[in-house]
């Protein structure tokens, strides 16, 4: 088992807080270590696992580009990869890889081609992977895999939210890896559920499965103070989120 979770949705949604729900409840469940890629340029998700961003890929990548082919004779390869370990936070059952801004000017197709490289060989040694994403999902294309296991949408309930969560999950038809599963969260929700105007707006049946998470004093605090994960007492229906990313893929999902 070596699943690769995307978290995706409109800014400000919650897409950082239900990734750490779902690397706090990997971990909680045994399936650790788990290697947390935060792809927001934000740098969002290192201070809800209780960590700061040392460095991150993109600085990386723009110092690769000023190296001569080799350095010391280490070619430029293997160059990458130690760099890139340096940039791996390791905390207590996962490691939290910040991918940092995105390319500036110059052409960064040989870099981006060792780093999709470097990361796919990062990925084998972690039970699961889970990543925050930008609304873009450009990150997730350099992960060098041919299956994203599973999406998961995060959604406010408000017409703005559900019409970009519509177009993300329209956008994600293009990428150049395949979506076997597909999970909706309502996140933030008052009440028991959405409101049915919102949800039309939002194919769910483009969905395997709707989560619905709830208003929540702790899950607020979270977001407002971005208090560690580890550290807060989260609601019991939470829990049915990963069972929902981690559940079998449908046979048929695009329509």
């Known amino acids: ?6 978290v995706v949705g409109k800014g400000g949604t919650g897409k950082s807080t239900v ?15 788990v290697l947390a890629v935060d792809a927001d340029p934000n740098n ?57 801004h995105s390319e500036g000017p110059g052409c960064y197709c040989y870099v981006n ?7 796919t060989r990062m990925r084998s040694s972690y039970r699961a992977t889970v990543v925050d994403n930008a609304a873009g999902m450009e990150h997730l294309s350099r992960m060098n895999t041919k299956a994203i296991d599973c999406m998961v949408l995060v959604c406010e309930p408000t017409t703005v939210s559900a019409r970009a969560a519509d177009k993300i999950n329209t956008l994600a038809d293009s990428l150049q890896v395949e979506v076997l599963r597909r999970v909706l969260v309502w996140n933030k929700v008052n009440g028991w559920e959405p409101p049915d105007f919102v949800r039309q707006l939002v194919n769910e049946d483009r969905f395997d499965d709707v989560v ?21 007492a989260i609601p019991d229906t939470v829990n049915g989120l990963l ?10 999902m695009k329509g």
């Open 19 to 33: 990734s750490a729900l779902l690397i706090r409840l990997l971990i909680e469940q045994g399936t650790r270590p």
């Open 113 to 119: 081609n060792l780093l999709r490289g470097a990361l």
């Open 212 to 232: 619905i998470l709830h208003a929540n004093d702790e899950m607020a605090r979270l977001s407002i103070e971005e208090t560690n994960v580890m550290e807060i």
């Open 44 to 100: 969002t998700l290192a201070p809800f696992m209780g960590l700061s961003c040392v460095k991150t890929i993109g600085e990386i990548r723009d110092d690769l580009l000023k190296e001569k082919e080799k350095v010391s004779g280490i070619p430029k390869e293997r160059l990458l990869e130690m760099k890139v370990e340096e940039c791996l936070e390791e905390a207590n059952g996962f490691d939290l890889l910040t991918m940092g």
């Open 1 to 6: 088992m070596n699943p690769l979770i995307a």
């Open 243 to 252: 069972e929902s990313c981690l559940r079998s893929p449908a046979s048929a």
